[in-house]
């Protein structure tokens, strides 16, 4: 089960390498956890380098300052479920930026018919298409933020005390203080007759807000989150004269709405922050060099200890009690071969631990039943 240390060259993983799916009924269960076996899932995710701006940035929706010019825009964003599946109809991506007091982010939203509808802040934006942000500073899964912008500019932000598979809740009152925001229209919204060409997002979320609900680094050289980037679509017609959501015939309900990502989840559901992208600081000023990103020799210990947190839990969905060993997580389909670190399962009454050292850190990774992932010093334990 151990292997020789893993160097950090943070060779491709897939899921598919820690589960060997069998039983199809299983295989569907699996979905439920985040173990969409039959996909191309690869760690690690998506990164982006967010340079500093050297200069104050205007938030008016145009991103035409010289260190927005001087940024490039990240890859183009693909099915939540990953690139093996349909390519999105319409171009999105996003671009970075920092300084003292804020995170920016650009976002490009290819459009040809410009619609929004929802008016009011922190109603439910993403039953318009929309433009999501979801941030985890510390990346322990807990206390991460969401927000989500439509192109009437309304927002809706939200803070999770931890992922709704853990029992949430979302604090729907909680607000950004002091965020920024602006829409620029490349076209006219809500007129059906014409052709438009897209939507440009700019934000600055303040940094201060960022730190009310976590422990994680504070931005400086180096310092690494946990983010992504999400585009709701929905498919509809021009009925009347007005835009309506297309309808399922055999539902009589909407069709589900499109989930184009930037760092794909193999899973449809955006808030399982272990999957997110990697965004890390730099203090090189923005078009004055390039900087390359540093993978984190943490990151390949945390995401082995989730496999076996997502096996434990389709194990006791299916038995009613949670392995009492690793072993046992094989019948699930764990593939304890393809674990690199020497993890220790431990069962409790009423849940469980997974523990994993990483030497080359030399810290203790402990990742418990509720989904929250720590370090934790050995006299702790």
Same mark, same amino acid.
């Given at each position: 089960m151990l292997k020789a240390f893993f160097t950090l060259t943070f060779s491709f993983l897939m899921i598919g390498s820690h589960f060997a799916c069998s039983a199809q009924d299983t295989g569907?269960?699996?979905? %439920?956890? !985040? /173990?969409?076996?039959?996909?191309? =899932?690869?760690?690690?995710?998506?990164?982006?380098?967010?340079y500093r701006a050297e200069n104050p940035i205007k938030v008016d929706g145009l991103l035409d300052e010289k260190d927005w010019q001087n940024t490039v825009? *990240?890859?183009? =964003?693909?099915?939540?479920m990953g690139t093996h599946f349909p390519s999105p109809r319409h171009m999105t991506k996003m671009k970075m930026l920092w300084d003292d007091d804020y995170l920016y982010v650009g976002g490009y939203l290819e459009e040809p018919h410009l619609w929004a509808s929802i008016t009011r802040r922190d109603e439910v934006i993403f039953y318009d298409n929309d433009f999501e942000v979801f941030? $985890?500073? $510390? !990346?322990?899964?807990? !206390?991460y933020y969401e927000l989500e912008i439509n192109a009437l500019n309304t927002v809706w932000d939200l803070m999770l005390v931890r992922p709704y598979r853990n029992g949430g809740p979302a604090i729907n009152n909680w607000d950004i203080n002091g965020l920024k925001s602006a829409i620029h229209l490349d076209g006219t919204l809500n007129d059906p007759t014409d052709t438009d060409r897209a939507w440009y997002v700019e934000l600055a979320i303040p940094l201060k807000a960022l730190n009310e609900n976590n422990s994680g680094p504070k931005p400086d050289d180096g310092a690494q989150w946990r983010i992504n980037f999400s585009r709701v679509q929905w498919k509809y017609s021009v009925v009347e004269g007005n835009y309506q959501k297309d309808v399922n015939p055999e539902t009589g309900k *909407?069709?589900? %709405?499109?989930?184009?990502?930037? *760092?794909p989840q193999a899973v449809v559901d955006m808030h399982r922050p272990e999957l997110w992208g990697i965004l890390q600081f730099s203090e090189q000023k923005s078009g004055k060099g390039k900087v390359n990103f540093i993978p984190n020799p943490d990151d390949l210990t945390k995401w082995e200890l989730r496999n076996i947190y997502y096996a434990q839990n389709l194990y006791f969905e299916l038995n009613k009690a949670y392995a009492e060993q690793l072993t046992d997580l094989q019948a699930v !389909? /764990?593939?304890? *071969?393809?674990?690199? =670190?020497?993890? %220790? /399962?431990i069962t409790t009454f009423s849940g469980f631990q997974i523990r994993a050292y990483n030497p080359k850190t030399q810290r203790l990774w402990l990742l418990d039943e509720g989904g929250r992932i720590r370090a934790v010093h050995k006299t702790h334990l």
């Open positions: 569907q269960q699996a979905n %439920e956890y !985040g /173990l969409n076996m039959h996909t191309t =899932f690869k760690w690690p995710p998506k990164n982006y380098i967010c825009w *990240s890859t183009p =964003f693909a099915d939540i941030i $985890d500073p $510390d !990346g322990d899964t807990y !206390g *909407s069709w589900p %709405e499109d989930n184009w990502v930037w *760092s !389909g /764990l593939n304890l *071969s393809a674990i690199i =670190f020497n993890p %220790e /399962l």
